[in-house]
């Protein structure tokens, strides 16, 4: 059965290098992004993709955002390469590759249009990568508004890969997260809480063509879904310095049926079929797409496309959902024949 893995990481050459001019040397996450072959390398790429059957990858640029440090023209730059890079792998390999997407810096609200429009008009992206905060800032902000319009125009969907570093704490008397629970526990919530501010915004009925992919199955919304609906429809309730209750008004549906109606997950769960399956059960079947996430697993690159294919084929489904799962959702979403 063939098999369109749509959230896989690489960095281009000519990114790549362009990348480490920027940023300098690389450390914690982005050192290890380095560390792993297959981000670089396209004969290991191929060799691990070879072990799948009928399996193909939609290329995504890895972290860190590429407005992350740098000046708006670096920005701009570092954006343009990704794309372009990207865009000469799916050329030259098209049975691999059949489309990728690009990355923008949502730091610069009109490059990220141009950037985005030009990916996907001319260079056959199918959607953008942002991240669930823009240095620090929440997507909601009135200045991100100009990107969601433009990609509602263009008819592509939005992936939201978490951000979230050490920097951010467990708790209020430290200064850096421990363990690196910023990631195990930080990144989920960093995708739910992005979805939640989107929902809140009213920002999708005023544009109700936006389509968002979240990753790793979700973040926590599935999990708690007594929360996020019976919970929000008591908005208000337990705040004292804002009235949120006329929001809930204001809103054109309840605030459970937006994050059902908008948003799609993923299934890298590291190959974990409980989280998958309260993905289903929370989204549905048609809001939930193959994805494995690799290259980012302790054998740099078939654990978690394995774990993840073990997890939804252990999955009691027809072999029609399992089709939608693998590739047949994923090709009506973003347009891929």
């Not at 290098?17 to 297959?38: C, F, I, N, Y």
């Not at 009925?205 to 996020?228: C, N, S, T, Y």
């Not at 809103?251 to 289903?280: M, N, V, W």
Request: glycine share 6%; net charge neutral; with cysteine.
């Amino acid at each position: 059965m063939r098999k369109l893995d749509i959230f896989t990481h690489i960095w281009p050459k000519a990114f790549h290098e362009l990348l480490l001019k920027q940023t300098g040397q690389m450390k914690d996450m982005h050192r290890r992004s380095e560390a792993v072959p297959m981000m670089t390398n396209l004969d290991r790429r191929f060799a691990v993709m070879d072990m799948f059957d009928e399996y193909q990858q939609i290329l995504s640029l890895a972290s860190p955002p590429p407005d992350v440090v740098g000046t708006r023209e670096a920005w701009r730059e570092l954006s343009r390469a990704g794309s372009d890079g990207m865009a000469e792998l799916c050329q030259k390999y098209p049975d691999r590759f059949p489309s990728f997407i690009a990355s923008v810096a949502m730091r610069d609200p009109e490059g990220a249009v141009e950037e985005a429009t030009r990916a996907i008009q001319q260079l056959g992206a199918c959607g953008i990568q942002i991240y669930s905060n823009v240095s620090g800032k929440p997507l909601d902000a009135p200045e991100f508004r100009l990107v969601f319009k433009a990609m509602e125009s263009l008819g592509k969907p939005i992936w939201i890969h978490p951000a979230r570093t050490a920097t951010f704490p467990d708790y209020q008397t430290e200064q850096v997260s421990q363990y690196e629970i910023w990631w195990t526990f930080g990144w989920p919530y960093e995708s739910s809480a992005a979805q939640a501010r989107i929902v809140f915004s009213k920002m999708l009925d005023e544009m109700p063509g936006l389509k968002f992919i979240i990753h790793h199955a979700g973040g926590m919304v599935p999990f708690f879904e007594g929360r996020v609906g019976p919970g929000w429809d008591q908005l208000g309730a337990r705040t004292s310095s804002v009235d949120y209750k006329p929001l809930l008004k204001e809103l054109k549906k309840r605030p459970l049926d937006y994050f059902k109606t908008f948003f799609y997950a993923d299934t890298a769960t590291f190959g974990s079929k409980a989280a998958l399956a309260c993905a289903l059960d929370f989204y549905g079947i048609e809001h939930v797409l193959f994805a494995s996430d690799a290259p980012f697993d302790p054998e740099g690159g078939p654990m978690y496309i394995r774990e993840t294919i073990k997890a939804i084929d252990a999955l009691d489904i027809s072999k029609e959902d399992r089709e939608k799962l693998y590739y047949k959702n994923s090709c009506k979403l973003l347009g891929i024949k």
